[in-house]
């Protein structure tokens, strides 16, 4: 035990020595709650977006999940994720949409918005008891919408995420995702834009059967920004709260018998809502 707590230190200490920055959003009204800390966790369907590797943590043969933002100034809008076991082999299907501002040309002051729609095939394969590796191979197809002179433009690109999942104890989970690591671009007629490649560690801790707390980072190779978080799980559902990156995040989970479940997350003036189910 003392071993475990001291690892666990050492890997906090080195976290937050590389912390700073600002926000970024993501998807899911669980892990948001958890303050976004969510790469070493993924147990769920929402690990499609989080950490491929994780899905092998599953304990039904199948989830499905959704998420939708009624209101505030998120940029993502929806998402929904299906998974299936075949032996050890956890793979999934998912599709997510964001709509954000931007300004696409600086130096002629173009504002755009951008409405950026992707589906993604997940894979989770064990490499041992307790390694895992998972990836997402991705199809975008991104909009860009000109607001003055108001026009469209529509292209497609492809993209792929690596991530890894270890289970360093009974009580400690470590978990790695690189995202877009073919650095994905969107061309125009009127110019490209990136996605950038991001690397995202994570780590997660049970201080019981029923309580588990975590911490992330993004970006290991830009501007590093922590999220960390708790979950407190009870028979009916869960309390779940958090701090992402510069705003403290708060929600709660409902539990219907073994298979059904709603998530509720309060992040940025937005409310977001996610249904899980198994099968």
Known sequence: MARQFCLLGGVLLLMFTVV????QACVGARPLAM?????AVADDANAVYWNPAGLVQLAGKSQSTSMLALAGGINYQWFFASVERYDQVVVGVSGINSLSGLDFDSDRNVDALLDNTWYQFSVALPLDENLTLGANLKFYQPQL???????GYTTQAAGMDIAIHWQASEQLRV?????DIT??????????????TNVRPGIAYDLDEDTTVAMDIYDLTGRRQVSAGIEKRYEQGALRAGYYHDTWTAGFGLNAGQNF???YCYIYDSHLVSLRWNF
């Open 20 to 23: 700073s920055g600002s926000v």
């Open 35 to 39: 303050g976004g800390a969510f790469i």
């Open 145 to 151: 919408y000109i607001l003055d002179p108001r026009v």
């Open 175 to 179: 978990g790695l995702l690189s995202q």
């Open 183 to 196: 650095g994905s671009k969107f061309y125009y007629p009127i110019g490209y834009i990136a996605m950038a």
């Open 261 to 263: 479940a709603f998530d």
